[in-house]
């Protein structure tokens, strides 16, 4: 039987939901957010577009969705320019869009893809994702036995 505090919800105001996001974000390790980006060969994203990848990671963690002024609000940049660099990382698959929903916010999460990169240490090879350590190396044609007269 569950106790009377494991039933009941958490109720936070929305400063503290920023705080723990905010918080999330500090811990994410920068060289995980490097490496997940370059096992995808993501190219020519700066330190603000890691940025913004490693808060919407913070706010995935948090089971939240990523919208356009969340993420302006943390990150303390104009909507305009941040819906545009979520637009971006979302042709560049680290991001989907949600479709549908009576919403006029954008709701966006992140891709399967990058969740793999990042979570699992795959890559993608031609095309495909590969996990580490599941690459096949090329294996030497052996030697005929064949022997000359």
């Known amino acids: 039987m569950m106790s009377e505090e494991e039933?009941?919800?958490?109720?936070?105001s929305i400063d503290e939901v920023l705080k723990l996001i905010e918080q999330?974000?500090?811990d994410i390790e920068d060289h995980r957010i490097y490496f997940s980006l370059r096992d995808m060969k993501v190219r020519?994203?700066?330190?603000s577009g890691r940025e913004m990848v490693k808060f919407c990671v913070a706010i995935d963690e948090m089971g939240l969705p990523i919208t356009t002024p969340l993420v302006a609000t943390l990150m303390d940049k104009a909507p305009s320019n941040v819906r545009t660099s979520l637009h971006h990382l979302g042709d560049k698959r680290i991001i989907t869009l949600m479709r549908?929903?009576?919403?006029?916010?954008q709701k966006w999460f992140l891709s399967?893809?990058?969740?793999?990169?990042?979570?699992e240490g795959a890559r993608i090879i031609d095309g495909e994702?590969?996990?580490r350590g599941d690459e096949q190396e090329e294996l030497e044609e052996p030697e005929?036995?064949?022997?000359y007269p």
């Open 144 to 147: 005929d036995d064949f022997k």
């Open 24 to 26: 999330r974000f500090k």
């Open 44 to 47: 020519w994203i700066g330190s």
């Open 100 to 105: 549908g929903g009576k919403s006029p916010i």
């Open 129 to 131: 994702l590969v996990h």
């Open 7 to 12: 039933g009941q919800e958490m109720d936070l």
């Open 112 to 119: 399967s893809t990058y969740k793999e990169c990042y979570y």
